[in-house]
């Protein structure tokens, strides 16, 4: 199976830099997504690694290491209206064929 | 294009009692899953279907929760009967391909069982 671990809690100002990292562990791996819920909202994609590095979407930039089983996800110039939850989810194959688990969450407080 | 929509957005039901969630995908989208969050935790897979057929639902809590997806398009999921752990908020998402990690989610169905 699948398991992923993010921190709970991350807390910046706006116009900051933060890193939310991911962990995981699973039996086949096809790529680490990342989405972005505001309180009462629907999940929302933000970017997608498949292969190791470091992907730019404008201030958001993912970064993958398939071989440490890692992840992040940076934003920059932090803004009030990025407080949200972010999750990582890895894409992987499980007993039924390719399957998506999502992390825990990390909520994102941005203070002014 | 109009994005996923789920039906209702709140319900509030008694212990016992059944409730059905629908949920219309983003047209030509083959792929359907439902995922449920409980109390702020994580986002937690319930199943997946592939047009009608059901591809993974080992994400289907118990026996309690049946979902269908009759010709492919929309689906509904049912809880017969609610019980009190069973609130939490159903999210409905769709993508184009089977192997898509980018889906498209709905709003939402806020359940809340008393």
């Known amino acids: 199976g699948q398991s992923l671990e993010q921190p709970s809690e991350v807390t910046a100002v706006e116009g900051a830099i933060v890193q939310i990292n991911c962990t995981y562990q699973t039996s086949g791996f096809y790529g680490l997504s990342w989405y972005q819920q505001h309180d009462g909202g629907a999940p929302t994609f933000l970017s997608y690694?498949?292969?190791?590095g470091l992907e730019e979407t404008g201030r958001f930039s993912s970064f993958l290491s398939r071989s440490d089983s890692y992840g992040y996800l940076l934003l920059q110039e932090l803004q009030m209206k990025d407080s949200a939850s972010y999750f990582c989810a890895v894409s992987g194959f499980g007993n039924y064929g390719q399957n998506f688990v999502f992390g825990p969450g990390t909520r994102l407080s941005v203070l002014p | 294009e109009a994005g996923v929509t789920q039906f209702p957005s709140h319900s509030v039901i008694e212990k016992g009692q059944t409730v059905t969630l629908r949920c219309d995908p983003i047209?030509?989208?083959?792929?359907l899953y439902w995922y449920r969050r409980v109390m702020g935790k994580e986002i937690k897979f319930l199943l997946h279907f592939v047009k009608e057929s059901k591809q993974d639902e080992s994400g289907m809590p118990n026996n309690r929760f049946l979902a269908e997806r009759t010709g492919g398009t929309y689906s509904t999921l049912k809880v017969q009967p609610a019980e009190l752990e069973d609130s939490g908020v159903y999210f409905c998402?769709?993508?184009?391909?089977?192997?898509?990690?980018?889906?498209?989610f709905g709003p939402g169905t806020r359940l809340t069982v008393t």
């Open positions: 047209s030509g989208h083959d792929n």
């Open positions: 998402a769709s993508s184009q391909s089977f192997s898509a990690y980018e889906q498209y």
């Open positions: 690694n498949a292969l190791d």
